[in-house]
């Protein structure tokens, strides 16, 4: 069971269907609540007291945003944080693929939501799964990625650990400096398919992490997904961004160009990962893009027999 936030807007839909235009929110890597913010109670000691912010995490700056105007939004709790059941640490990514999903046949089965016009933000990790969902569903409008990396988990991960190695970014998590510190192990112990992976932490904690995810992270890049994608995108990314290189959303675009598409890319010099340097007009503006690409979709003929009982 995941705990989860459904957002409606306040007015009326505009739409003569009567149904809102809707969007699934992914969250990026690590513990996270559904609002995007670490998951801080849920994983004591991992993370520094203070990371959940004076500010609401990305994913409810978003939901708040797109019901501004006239989009719904899902959000969910991943396995093993906040309200969910589960484990994140044994969560594969096979299985947040088929949560996302699951997620989606949600949206699918309330009678407001409008099953033509669904869309999906991807936040880091969340990316490649909004990338790996919309593939094989044909009703999904347009995607949004922030902070998306197109190459392997593996060089992604290097990359990023020895960029906040450099600037000491983020290490006041514990389990940020622990990844860092020990990402060689992480990749080739994935690799060699081994099950976990004990990561000290400071205080003389521990964090148990399963290294399948990892590995399947590693065999499953972006940019191969990109290819295969032909839908409307728009690529967001921080320019101060530690988890992954600006240079990844270059990449994806030109994968997604080269595959007959026409994405958007903005670049926010200044803000990191999680956009929370991020202005509420930038936040706004990406709302409003999103919502002027949830273009009506031909409907599957099980999506069509939804749509007729509903």
Known sequence: MLGATLVLPDGEPEDASGRYPNVLLLPSWLPRDRDGNYDVLGHLGWFAPSADGAQPGLLARLAGALATVGVATLRADPRGCGTSEGDWGEATLFAKIDDARDLLAAIRGRPELDLRRTGIVGHGEGAGIALAVTIGDPAVS?????????????????????????????????????????????????????????????????????????????????????????????????????????????????????????????????????????????????AADLASRLLPRELPPVLLAIEEMG
């Open 142 to 286: 347009a995607l949004t990625l922030i902070g998306a990396s197109a190459r392997s988990w593996r060089e992604t991960l290097r990359r990023a650990a020895a960029t906040r190695g450099r600037d000491g970014e983020e290490h006041e998590h514990p389990i940020v400096a622990a990844i860092d510190r020990w990402s060689e192990d992480l990749i080739e112990r994935a690799e060699r398919r081994e099950e976990h992976l004990t990561l000290p932490l400071r205080g003389g904690e521990s964090a148990t992490l399963a290294l399948a995810p990892i590995e399947q992270a590693i065999h499953t890049p972006p940019l191969a997904l990109a290819t295969m994608l032909h839908r409307s995108v728009t690529l967001v990314h921080g320019g101060s961004d530690t988890w992954s290189d600006a240079e990844e959303m270059t990449l994806l675009a030109t994968a997604l160009a080269d595959a007959g598409e026409a994405p958007g890319a903005r670049l926010l010099p200044g803000v990191g990962h999680d956009l929370a340097e991020a202005s509420e007009a930038i936040i706004g503006e990406l």
